[in-house]
C-alpha cells in the first residue's frame, strides 16, 4: 500500500509540472497546408484562404497544435508565391487580409496557431522597394545589391562584378538600363536579392514581422536562410569577389550551372545566425509587449549540421525556435536501414544544445509522398515513426490519410522546374504531383472544387479512398494517425519520455519511458520480411502480456488486443505501438 501510494505521488507531481510549464509548441505537432491544393471556397480551381477556414475543425480534429501556410502574399507567381511584390497583402486569388484575419480568429476559436510563410531572401522585380531603387530614390537606392559591373581588360567590355551563378542557371547579375547598374539575383532574374547589409532593410523587414504580429499571427516560417547574405564588395579591388569552380567538375560540368560553383561568397556566411537571432527578438519583445501567446520561427536551411545547431542559440541569443530538421527526409528513402533511422533520431538528439526540442520533417511541398517515396504498405508505418519521436512532428497535409503522389501529365504540369525540362524527363523534376488536390470525399473533384478545370488535376482515383471513406471505415490511415496524436498529448511517456533503442536486422525498436516510469514499445519492421519478436530479450525485465495501442493498418490487429512479449510478430512493412500489461 505504502509503495504504491509513494508512486501515485511521485507520478502525480511530476505530471504537474510537464503540464504547466509546456508551452503550446513545445513537443507540439505541426502541420503544413499547402494553400492551393487544399480547398477551393469560391469554385475557381484553386485553394484559398475561406477553404482553409472550412476545413480547420478537420485540422484541430486531427490532433494539430500549429498550421503554417505555404506563401499567399501578393505575387506575380512567377515561382508559386516565393516571388512577393507586396509582403502586407494577401494575393487576391487566396483571398483578402480580412479573410486572414478570419483565419487567425477561428483557428484561436479552436486553439490552433497560426504561421505565415516569410520569404525574406529576395522580392519580386514589381516590388515597389525595387522600383524605387531602380529609379535611384535615395531611400532605396541601397535595398538591392548594385554594381557597375567591371571592364573586361581583353574586350574592353562591360561584364558582371564577379562570377557568381544563379540557382536557376547563368549569372546571377542582371543589367537594369534604367539604373545602368546590375542587380544580384540568386534565383530568377525577376527576383532581386535584398541587402541585409542596409539597416534600413532589416528594419523594414522586421516591420513586416510586426505587420502580421499586430494580426495576430503566432510566428513564421522563415524560407532559405542560407541566401540572405553574400560577401561584401573587396575594398581593394572594389569588386566582388569571384566563387571558385569546384573541385571535381565532372560531377557538375556545365559552367552555367549553379552547382559549378563552390558558394564560399554566397550561402551560409556567419552574418545568416544574427539576422535569425534579431528576428527572434523581435517575435519574444512582441509577446512580452502585448502578453500574448510565444510566437514561434521555424527555419527553412539546407546547410550543414553545425550551422542548424547554431540556429537555435549561440549561448547568448536565442534563435529559431524550430530549425527544420531535414536529415530524413533528404537521406532515408527505400533502402534504408533500420540502423540509418536510429542514426538520425540519435544525430539530431545527442547534438542539439541545451534547453531546445528535437524536431522531424518527413514531407513537404517539394518531395514526394511519403507513400509514393517508402511505398504505401510504409504509409503508416512512418507515420508510427514520426509520432512517437522525442520532440516536433511536423506533416504535410495529406500524409495523415497516406495520400499519393498525383498523376500529373506534361499537357497538365505547372511547376517551372519541370516546364524548364521535356516531355521525357519532366516527372524527374516536376514537384506537381506532390501538390495536387486534397481528397477530401467522393464527389466531384474530391470535394476539393466545383470548378471544371482545377489548377492541377486531382491526379488519382478518389471514389472509395478519401478523408471522408477514411473517417466512415472502422479503421484507416487517418484513424491510426488521429489515435498516434491523441497519444502524444495524453502521454507523458511520448512528450517527455526517453529514447531507447534497439536495431535489429531490418526492424527498429524503441522505448518511450517517462520519468514517471509509463513507458511505450515501438517497433518498426521496415524490412520486407516478417519477423518474430521476444520482447524479455530485447528491454531485459519485460514480461508477460503486451497491449496494442496502435498499429498499421494491414497487421492483422485491433487496439486494445493483447499479444504475447515472447514471441511478438512483427510483420513486414509494419509499425506498431505497445504498452506492457503488469502481471496479475
Ligand atoms: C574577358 O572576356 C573574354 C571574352 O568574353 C573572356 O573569355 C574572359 O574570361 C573575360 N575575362 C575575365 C577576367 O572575365
Ligand atoms: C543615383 O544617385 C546617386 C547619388 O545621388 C548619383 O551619384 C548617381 O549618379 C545616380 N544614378 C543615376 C543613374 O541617376
Ligand atoms: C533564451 O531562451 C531561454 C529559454 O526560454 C530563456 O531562459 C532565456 O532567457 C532566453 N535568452 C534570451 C537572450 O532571450
Ligand atoms: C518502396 O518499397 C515498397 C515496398 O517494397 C514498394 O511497394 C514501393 O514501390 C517502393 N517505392 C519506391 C519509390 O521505390
Ligand atoms: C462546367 O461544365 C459543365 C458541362 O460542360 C457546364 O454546363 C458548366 O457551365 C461548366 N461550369 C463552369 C463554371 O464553367
Ligand atoms: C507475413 O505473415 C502473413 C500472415 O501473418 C503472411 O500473409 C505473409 O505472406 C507473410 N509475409 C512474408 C513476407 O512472409
Ligand atoms: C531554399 C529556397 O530555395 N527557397 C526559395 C527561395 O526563393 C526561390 C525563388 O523564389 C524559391 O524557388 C525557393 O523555393
Redesign the pocket.
Known amino acids: 500500500m505504502g509503495k504504491l501510494l509513494g508512486i501515485f505521488l511521485i507520478a502525480f507531481a511530476l505530471c504537474q509540472v510537464s503540464h504547466s510549464e509546456r508551452d503550446w509548441w513545445e513537443n507540439g505537432n505541426f502541420y503544413q497546408i499547402y494553400p492551393r491544393s487544399f480547398k477551393d471556397s469560391n469554385g475557381d480551381g484553386i485553394g484559398d484562404l475561406n477553404g482553409i477556414l472550412e476545413k480547420l475543425d478537420y485540422v484541430k480534429d486531427i490532433g494539430m497544435d500549429g498550421v503554417w501556410l505555404s506563401p499567399i502574399f501578393q505575387s506575380p507567381m512567377?515561382?508559386?508565391g516565393?516571388?512577393i511584390s507586396d509582403y502586407t497583402k494577401v494575393q487576391p486569388e487566396y483571398g483578402t487580409t480580412e479573410d486572414l484575419e478570419s483565419l487567425i480568429e477561428k483557428a484561436h476559436s479552436l486553439g490552433l496557431h497560426l504561421i505565415l510563410d516569410f520569404?525574406p531572401?529576395?522580392t519580386s522585380d514589381e516590388h515597389e522597394w525595387f522600383q524605387r531603387s531602380v529609379a535611384n530614390d535615395s531611400y532605396y537606392r541601397d535595398f538591392y545589391i548594385w554594381h557597375d559591373g567591371v571592364i573586361n581588360a581583353t574586350t574592353g567590355e562591360r561584364q558582371p562584378p564577379s562570377n557568381w551563378i544563379s540557382?536557376?542557371r547563368y549569372s546571377a547579375w542582371e543589367w537594369n538600363e534604367q539604373r545602368q547598374q546590375y542587380y544580384l539575383h540568386?534565383?530568377?532574374i525577376k527576383?532581386p536579392d535584398l541587402n541585409y547589409r542596409n539597416p534600413n532593410v532589416v528594419e523594414d523587414m522586421k516591420n513586416v514581422l510586426r505587420f502580421w504580429l499586430a494580426r495576430g499571427i503566432d510566428g513564421f516560417r522563415i524560407?532559405?536562410?542560407?541566401?540572405l547574405f553574400e560577401a561584401d564588395v573587396d575594398p581593394t579591388t572594389g569588386t566582388y569577389p569571384d566563387e571558385p569552380v569546384i573541385a571535381d567538375t565532372s560531377s557538375c560540368p556545365d559552367p552555367d550551372d549553379w552547382c559549378h560553383l563552390n558558394h564560399i561568397y554566397t550561402n551560409s556566411l556567419p552574418e545568416i545566425f544574427d539576422i535569425v537571432y534579431q528576428w527572434r527578438e523581435v517575435v519574444d519583445q512582441w509577446k512580452l509587449e502585448y502578453d500574448t501567446d510565444t510566437k514561434v520561427l521555424l527555419t527553412?536551411?539546407?546547410t550543414s549540421f553545425e550551422n542548424l545547431m547554431r540556429m537555435y542559440g549561440d549561448g547568448v541569443h536565442n534563435g529559431s525556435n524550430i530549425p527544420f530538421n531535414f536529415e530524413m527526409m533528404a537521406d532515408l528513402n527505400n533502402q534504408s536501414t533500420a540502423s540509418d533511422y536510429d542514426y538520425y533520431v540519435r544525430h539530431w538528439l545527442d547534438n542539439m544544445p541545451e534547453g531546445v526540442y528535437a524536431n522531424w520533417v518527413l514531407g513537404n511541398h517539394?518531395n514526394p509522398r511519403l507513400a509514393s517515396r517508402f511505398g504505401a504498405q510504409r504509409a503508416d508505418l512512418m507515420n508510427i515513426f514520426l509520432q512517437t519521436l522525442p520532440g516536433i512532428a511536423v506533416t504535410y497535409n495529406g500524409e495523415e490519410y497516406g495520400l499519393e503522389d498525383g498523376y500529373v501529365s506534361w499537357e497538365d504540369s505547372v511547376d517551372?522546374q519541370a516546364c524548364n525540362a521535356d516531355p521525357d524527363t519532366y516527372q524527374k523534376y516536376s514537384r506537381d504531383p506532390e501538390r495536387t488536390p486534397f481528397l477530401w470525399d467522393n464527389t466531384k473533384n474530391a470535394g476539393f472544387s466545383t470548378a471544371n478545370r482545377t489548377w492541377l488535376p486531382v491526379g488519382q482515383s478518389y471514389e472509395s479512398n478519401n478523408v471522408q471513406a477514411q473517417e466512415a471505415a472502422e479503421n484507416s490511415h487517418l484513424k491510426i494517425f488521429k489515435k498516434l496524436t491523441g497519444l502524444r498529448k495524453s502521454e507523458p511517456a511520448f512528450s517527455d519520455g526517453d529514447y531507447e533503442s534497439v536495431v535489429g536486422d531490418n526492424w527498429l525498436s524503441y522505448r518511450r519511458q517517462a520519468a514517471t516510469g509509463d513507458a511505450y514499445y515501438i517497433i518498426l519492421n521496415i524490412g520486407n520480411q516478417n519477423v518474430t519478436l521476444n520482447f524479455n530479450e530485447l528491454y531485459g525485465y519485460v514480461s508477460g502480456k503486451l497491449e496494442v495501442v496502435a498499429s498499421s493498418l494491414q497487421s492483422g490487429l485491433e487496439n486494445g488486443q493483447q499479444v504475447d512479449s515472447d514471441s511478438l510478430e512483427a510483420k513486414a512493412y509494419n509499425g506498431y505501438v505497445l504498452r506492457l500489461i503488469s502481471e496479475a
Open positions: 512567377a515561382d508559386f516565393y516571388d520569404v531572401n529576395h540557382q536557376f540568386q534565383f530568377g527576383q524560407d532559405a536562410v542560407p541566401f527553412e536551411a539546407y517539394d517551372p
